[in-house]
């Protein structure tokens, strides 16, 4: 086996676009994305273990959110970055517990939370791409591995 390695992202690593643990294919190329291991930590740091359709599911609730409560999560972030230490800590539990109570969607909070407070994993995953563009790179991708070839086992 070839490792790849890049001296910042690490070790060139494959996600399963569904997961093995829920019936996804370890070898099929229609399952397999390869990704670098700082963007994979990230993914599965922010979306727990979810297959790719449940992603994007994600993203759309989130962008939903977002898109209504523009002004609260753009102070949530600055207040958030502005904070320090202990200070830091009880924002982060404080806004974590708001967003839980409105959203009543833990997985969508889960990746709220990351974008307000680990801006550098959300980051890892999307570079800087702005919500929508980042859905429709997601459809695409999960369209382009809908329609390859039917993989043959041996
Ligand atoms: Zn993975």
Request: hydrophobic share 35%; with cysteine.
């Amino acid at each position: 086996m070839t490792a790849f390695i890049h001296a910042k992202k690490g070790m060139l690593t494959q996600h399963h676009l569904t997961p093995i643990s829920q019936g996804g294919d370890k070898r099929d190329p229609k399952n397999l994305l390869n990704v670098w291991d700082r963007r994979h930590r990230s993914i599965h740091h922010t979306f727990g273990n979810k297959p790719f359709s449940a992603i994007i599911d994600i993203l759309r609730r989130l962008s939903n959110y977002i898109n209504i409560n523009q002004e609260r999560v753009r102070q949530w972030r600055e207040n958030f970055l502005k904070s320090k230490g202990k200070e830091r800590r009880r924002l982060r539990h404080e806004i974590a517990t708001l967003v839980n109570i409105e959203l009543q969607q833990p997985d969508v909070s889960r990746s709220l939370m990351v974008i307000i407070a680990e801006p550098n994993k959300w980051h890892n995953i999307f570079n800087g791409n702005p919500l929508e563009k980042t859905i429709a790179i997601c459809e695409r991708l999960a369209s382009w591995k809908a329609n390859l070839p039917k993989f043959k086992k041996g």
